[in-house]
Every structure is written in C-alpha cells, then in structure tokens.
C-alpha cells in the first residue's frame, strides 16, 4: 500500500513562490516515476512535471522554466519548487506515481495519489 501526503499549498500574490512538498509512505515506490498534477476549477486533471526512475525529468510547457520538481529518495519526499506564479496557476496540486519506471502524461496510468494541496494566485 502506497501513501501519499502533501503539503505546501497556500495563498500567494502573482509572482511569489511556494514550494510543494509530498511525503511517501514505504521506500521502493521511490524508485518509480513520481510527477505532480494539477487541477483548476471546471478543467480536466494536467501533468505539469514529473521526474522518472534514472531522474529524468519533465514538464509542461505551461511551467518550463518556473517550476522545478526534485524528489530525495532517501527522505522518500518529491517536492515541487514554484516561483513566479500566476493567476492561472490556482489550482489543486497532487503528487501521484504509476509505478512505473518512466512517466506517463494520462491521469489514467497512475493508481496512487495524494489527497492534494489548494494553490491559490492572486
């Protein structure tokens, strides 16, 4: 059983930064693709950035160069670095891994999520 809890989220003004946080339950599950997903209000669950087995990583390009995901297997904790942030950032962000060795981009693959964190931008 995987358990994932995150946390971080808050309020922020249009260019401030938050960092993420998602803790994992158990070890081996780190070694899989772990990646962070949004979800606006009234919009369909995104990938925005996830980071493979060998450390490979990915984004969306609606956060290239914003955001930065980072995961410490050690600490079994993916984090998600936010800076310049915009409005249309507002959104819940979960962390979730597809136990897989390379992410996928379709919220289908992945079985295990975090109960997510509120960004709010304004």
């Known amino acids: 059983h995987v358990q994932l809890v995150e946390s971080g989220g808050g309020s922020v003004q249009a260019g401030g930064s938050l960092r993420l946080t998602c803790v994992a339950s158990g070890s081996t599950h780190m070694r899989y693709c772990m990646a962070w997903f949004r979800q606006a209000p009234g919009k369909e669950r995104e990938g925005i950035a996830g980071?493979?087995?060998?450390?490979?990583?990915s984004y969306s390009d609606s956060v290239k160069g914003r955001f930065t995901i980072s995961r410490d297997n050690a600490k079994n904790t993916l984090y998600l670095q936010m800076n310049s942030l915009k409005p249309e950032d507002t959104a819940d962000y979960y962390c979730?891994?597809?136990?897989?060795?390379?992410?996928?981009?379709?919220?289908?693959?992945?079985?295990?999520w975090g109960q997510g964190t509120q960004v709010t931008v304004s």
């Open positions: 980071v493979d087995s060998d450390g490979s990583i």
């Open positions: 979730a891994t597809n136990w897989r060795l390379r992410c996928t981009e379709n919220p289908s693959d992945f079985p295990y």
